[in-house]
């Protein structure tokens, strides 16, 4: 057996031992299938989300936060909605549904915020590059980002006790997150989000970058996948980055990282040439992710 599939067959194994599966609400779900259907009835979608509570009250929050701020003027959130278009309220759904299965107030294993930060984090700067390069839709690049950690979140819930043991392992060792839970499980974040996210049937694009955004042979994976891997490093560079719920250490001031100039470098195989831009949106990208998680956590 490859030890991809093994991977595969021990992420199954592991999602089967969970106690209770996490599922998204089942508005998010319906309206994500009628987002993804050719000429979505925006009306019918902002219906549905505002008639279940607890997503709407996500989604008003999400609306209201640093990120989207132009609504000032528009009296309803269901105009609101209307007036952002389908990308937008997709980007909110699924937005919404990953502080729904990521707002764990039990968890005791990782720092909420820290892992929000994290996710917002990748998200704005996975949909800068994708600007800057012209190679994937901005917005793809966004939902991708916020999504591509879900197993992460998860497990760490799940499984809080092999989960910290495999933190520990990777801070210790000082090698990624990524193989030190397959020493631990057998499997990684990666397989056990692609597999729950196909339960919750997120698209496909989604599905590839929560899968691979880890994989060895980076350069050889689509453009969003490289993307969204070369956001995620750099914005551990940052220090955006998912963290153990203990004592935060002092994070210092500066706002680059000791590697920044390594994986700029890369930037150039993906087409974003201008670095300057890159740089000088990077400071004001990572205040608005502590605005935005400053706002929606509670
Ligand atoms: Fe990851
Ligand atoms: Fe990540």
Redesign the pocket.
């Given at each position: 057996m490859s030890v991809s599939e093994s991977s595969h067959l021990s992420a199954k194994k592991i999602i089967a031992s969970f106690q209770t599966l996490p599922t998204i609400p089942a508005a998010a779900a319906r309206a994500i299938q009628i987002l993804n259907e050719p000429d979505p009835d925006l009306s019918e979608v902002a219906d549905i989300v505002l008639a279940d509570q607890v997503i709407a009250a996500r989604v008003i929050r999400i609306i209201n936060s640093p990120l989207y701020k132009l609504l000032h003027e528009i009296d309803s959130v269901k105009q609101a909605l209307i007036y952002l278009g389908p990308q937008k309220i997709f980007e909110i759904i699924l937005t919404s549904c990953f502080l729904e299965l990521t707002d764990n107030s039990g968890n005791q294993c990782l720092r909420v915020q820290s892992c929000w930060e994290?996710s917002f984090g990748?998200a704005l700067v996975s949909r800068n590059l994708a600007e800057l390069s012209g190679a994937v839709k901005p917005e793809l690049a966004f939902v991708s980002g916020i999504l591509?950690?879900i197993g992460e979140v998860i497990l760490s819930q799940q499984l809080p006790e092999q989960f910290r043991q495999a933190m520990q392992l990777s801070l210790e060792r000082e090698v990624n997150l990524h193989d030190a839970e397959m020493e631990q499980f057998g499997t990684s974040h990666c397989e056990v989000g692609a597999l729950l996210a196909e339960q919750w049937r997120f698209p496909e694009p989604f599905l590839q970058v929560i899968l691979h955004h880890h994989s060895a042979q980076i350069e050889q994976k689509s453009p969003l996948i490289q993307i969204v891997s070369l956001a995620?490093q750099i914005c551990a560079d940052v220090r955006l980055k998912c963290e153990l719920n203990q004592p935060v250490r002092d994070n210092g001031t500066g706002i680059y990282g000791e590697h920044l100039q390594e994986l700029e470098q890369q930037l150039g195989r993906l087409g974003v040439e201008d670095l300057a831009a890159f740089r000088q949106s990077l400071g004001t990208m990572v205040q608005k992710v502590k605005e935005t998680v400053q706002s929606l956590y509670a």
């Amino acid at each position: 057996m490859s030890v991809s599939e093994s991977s595969h067959l021990s992420a199954k194994k592991i999602i089967a031992s969970f106690q209770t599966l996490p599922t998204i609400p089942a508005a998010a779900a319906r309206a994500i299938q009628i987002l993804n259907e050719p000429d979505p009835d925006l009306s019918e979608v902002a219906d549905i989300v505002l008639a279940d509570q607890v997503i709407a009250a996500r989604v008003i929050r999400i609306i209201n936060s640093p990120l989207y701020k132009l609504l000032h003027e528009i009296d309803s959130v269901k105009q609101a909605l209307i007036y952002l278009g389908p990308q937008k309220i997709f980007e909110i759904i699924l937005t919404s549904c990953f502080l729904e299965l990521t707002d764990n107030s039990g968890n005791q294993c990782l720092r909420v915020q820290s892992c929000w930060e994290h996710s917002f984090g990748v998200a704005l700067v996975s949909r800068n590059l994708a600007e800057l390069s012209g190679a994937v839709k901005p917005e793809l690049a966004f939902v991708s980002g916020i999504l591509h950690d879900i197993g992460e979140v998860i497990l760490s819930q799940q499984l809080p006790e092999q989960f910290r043991q495999a933190m520990q392992l990777s801070l210790e060792r000082e090698v990624n997150l990524h193989d030190a839970e397959m020493e631990q499980f057998g499997t990684s974040h990666c397989e056990v989000g692609a597999l729950l996210a196909e339960q919750w049937r997120f698209p496909e694009p989604f599905l590839q970058v929560i899968l691979h955004h880890h994989s060895a042979q980076i350069e050889q994976k689509s453009p969003l996948i490289q993307i969204v891997s070369l956001a995620d490093q750099i914005c551990a560079d940052v220090r955006l980055k998912c963290e153990l719920n203990q004592p935060v250490r002092d994070n210092g001031t500066g706002i680059y990282g000791e590697h920044l100039q390594e994986l700029e470098q890369q930037l150039g195989r993906l087409g974003v040439e201008d670095l300057a831009a890159f740089r000088q949106s990077l400071g004001t990208m990572v205040q608005k992710v502590k605005e935005t998680v400053q706002s929606l956590y509670a």
